[in-house]
């Protein structure tokens, strides 16, 4: 079964230092993949997504992400984190010619001053 | 360009109750998707609709049904609630040539309670 995993629940993380989030999927060919940010209260945002080609993906608000196609991973990285980078994370799949997006659990990401 | 809206933004319900919640696409986009967030199940696909037509389907029960209008809004519908339907429903829209490469642009849901 197709399916995306974010292994860690929570994050705590000190402002000003970088925050990695971690993605790993099971498709049998490689899905398209997105991160969305979804503030408490708010739907998703996109932060950035991957379809082809350079695996290093930037984003909005300073994120970026690496494509790891022999570890089937996706894993979303920002140098220096601020406060208003708390939220929760989600990394999603979406298999070529499909509309509908499989989510992993998410990662809520708490930010220490 | 107005965003994705939903309405209503929070509602409680009693079990047996059915409800509707109703979704606004971005102007021009034809696609309109529905999720589920619950805490112990996460995000789940519920269905889009395009051109008034179902075109995928995710595993929930009949309970579940949705339409989309001729100006791509879209309803859905769940009948006889039960306590587990307490989530938060996303509704997505998009452009939507079905290739998986747009971007699908998210409301700020409806909270429901079912008590």
């Known amino acids: 079964a197709q399916s995306v995993t974010q292994p860690d629940i929570h994050i705590t993380v000190s402002e000003g230092a970088s925050l990695e989030l971690r993605c790993n999927y099971s498709y049998g060919a490689t899905p398209y993949l997105f991160w969305y940010v979804q503030s408490p209260g708010q739907g998703l945002q996109l932060l950035l997504k991957?379809?082809?080609?350079?695996?290093l993906v930037q984003g909005i608000k300073g994120f970026e992400a690496e494509f790891k196609r022999s570890q089937s991973s996706f894993n979303l990285r920002k140098p220096s984190v601020h406060w208003s980078d708390a939220a929760e994370y989600f990394c999603?799949?979406?298999?070529?010619?499909?509309?509908?997006?499989?989510f992993g659990g998410g990662t809520r990401v708490l930010v220490k001053p | 360009k107005a965003g994705v809206t939903q309405t209503p933004r929070y509602l409680i319900k009693t079990r047996g109750q059915q409800v509707t919640l109703s979704c606004s696409p971005i102007s021009g986009h034809r696609s309109v998707s529905w999720y589920q967030q619950t805490p112990g199940q996460g995000l789940q696909f519920l269905f889009e609709y395009f051109s008034e037509t179902q075109r995928n389907k995710g595993n929930f029960p009949g309970r579940f049904s949705g339409r989309q209008f001729s100006n791509s809004r879209s309803e859905m519908n769940v009948s006889t609630l039960e306590l587990g339907d307490s989530a938060l429903y996303l509704c997505a829209s998009q452009w939507s040539v079905g290739t998986g490469r747009e971007t699908q642009y998210f409301g700020p849901g409806t909270r429901l309670l079912v008590l």
């Open positions: 999603a799949a979406v298999k070529a010619a499909g509309n509908k997006l499989t």
């Open positions: 991957y379809f082809s080609g350079d695996t």
